[in-house]
């Protein structure tokens, strides 16, 4: 082996590489948990309205530990994700000694489900977060199967452009478990649009009810409670007196057939 010069040039730089390797490891933790490089600042970024000051160093004291290389970003992220009303953080290390967090609240949209006490609340993404706010009784109302706020979301931005001209805005939206539509307009009326159909989608049925208001329901100086748009060609209304006097429900309807449903 000796006499090998190969076999011992081989043996020589596998040490030095051990030597090297064991080298860049001593420096690399000496550097990690060097007090010459501490975490000295944190800093936070964002439209802050919920997360308090005393949430943000509850969150800094527990996830931040470690100097500025050796911090735990995953741990930060997790300790300011965990607050009421944020739903997404980004954390940074900014040279030479400074952490920035970046917070992005939810933005409340409608409260979510039958139960006006639950505190669960739907952001403008269609998510589900849990949220305390004063005025959330003024925010629409959105309730459907599980998982089905996305979708609720865009619905709700759709049918509200639809009833624009009208002046009238969607106060509840409701999807049935057999993915059926109900609206209460801000007037007070109920709208049933039933389920989607690939001749007459809801959305349809919503716009050809947006279009004859004026000729039927606005030139009436009563009030509506509900109206059936279920219909091809018309709908079907339910007006407070009549129903209290045992009479048939009023139909509304363009080219309507002699005792069809409008």
Same mark, same amino acid.
């Given at each position: 082996?000796?006499?090998?010069?190969?076999?011992?040039?081989?043996?020589?730089?596998?040490?030095?590489?051990?030597?090297?390797?064991?080298?860049?490891?001593?420096?690399?933790?000496?550097?990690?948990?060097?007090?010459?490089?501490?975490?000295?600042?944190?800093?936070?970024?964002?439209?802050?309205?919920?997360?308090? $000051?005393?949430? &943000?160093? =509850?969150? %800094?004291? +527990?996830?931040?530990?470690?100097?500025?290389?050796? #911090?735990? /970003?995953? @741990?930060?992220?997790?300790?300011?994700?965990?607050?009421?009303?944020?739903?997404?953080?980004?954390?940074?290390?900014?040279?030479?000694?400074?952490?920035?967090?970046?917070?992005?609240?939810?933005?409340?949209?409608?409260?979510?489900?039958?139960?006006?006490?639950?505190?669960?609340?739907?952001?403008?993404?269609?998510?589900?977060?849990?949220?305390?706010?004063?005025?959330?009784?003024?925010?629409?109302?959105?309730?459907?199967?599980?998982?089905?706020?996305?979708?609720?979301?865009? $619905?709700?931005? &759709?049918? =509200?452009? %639809?009833? +624009?001209?009208?002046?009238?805005?969607?106060?509840? #939206?409701? /999807?049935? @478990?057999?993915?059926?539509?109900?609206?209460?307009?801000?007037?007070?009326?109920?709208?049933?649009?039933?389920?989607?159909?690939?001749?007459?989608?809801?959305?349809?049925?919503?716009?050809?009810?947006?279009?004859?208001?004026?000729?039927?329901?606005?030139?009436?100086?009563?009030?509506?409670?509900?109206?059936?748009?279920?219909?091809?060609?018309?709908?079907?209304?339910?007006?407070?007196?009549?129903?209290?006097?045992?009479?048939?429900?009023?139909?509304?309807?363009?080219?309507? $057939?002699?005792?069809?449903?409008?």
């Amino acid at each position: 082996m000796w006499d090998n010069a190969d076999m011992l040039n081989g043996c020589a730089n596998a040490l030095y590489a051990l030597a090297a390797a064991a080298l860049v490891f001593t420096g690399g933790y000496a550097l990690l948990h060097s007090s010459l490089l501490p975490l000295r600042t944190l800093t936070l970024q964002g439209e802050l309205r919920h997360v308090t $000051r005393e949430q &943000a160093e =509850r969150a %800094a004291h +527990a996830g931040v530990t470690g100097t500025f290389i050796s #911090v735990d /970003l995953d @741990a930060v992220r997790g300790a300011f994700e965990s607050l009421p009303w944020v739903r997404k953080v980004e954390v940074r290390r900014v040279w030479p000694d400074r952490l920035q967090v970046s917070i992005e609240e939810h933005v409340a949209l409608a409260r979510w489900g039958t139960d006006a006490h639950s505190g669960r609340l739907v952001n403008t993404y269609g998510e589900v977060f849990e949220g305390e706010l004063p005025e959330a009784a003024s925010l629409p109302q959105f309730a459907g199967p599980s998982g089905s706020a996305e979708e609720l979301t865009r $619905r709700y931005a &759709a049918f =509200r452009q %639809a009833l +624009a001209p009208l002046r009238l805005e969607p106060k509840q #939206v409701l /999807l049935s @478990a057999r993915y059926s539509w109900q609206l209460r307009l801000s007037n007070g009326l109920t709208l049933e649009l039933g389920r989607d159909q690939l001749k007459e989608p809801v959305l349809q049925r919503l716009t050809r009810f947006v279009a004859y208001y004026a000729q039927t329901l606005g030139r009436l100086n009563r009030k509506f409670e509900y109206a059936d748009l279920r219909y091809p060609g018309g709908f079907a209304l339910r007006v407070p007196e009549i129903m209290h006097s045992g009479k048939e429900p009023r139909n509304v309807g363009n080219n309507r $057939r002699s005792g069809e449903k409008a």
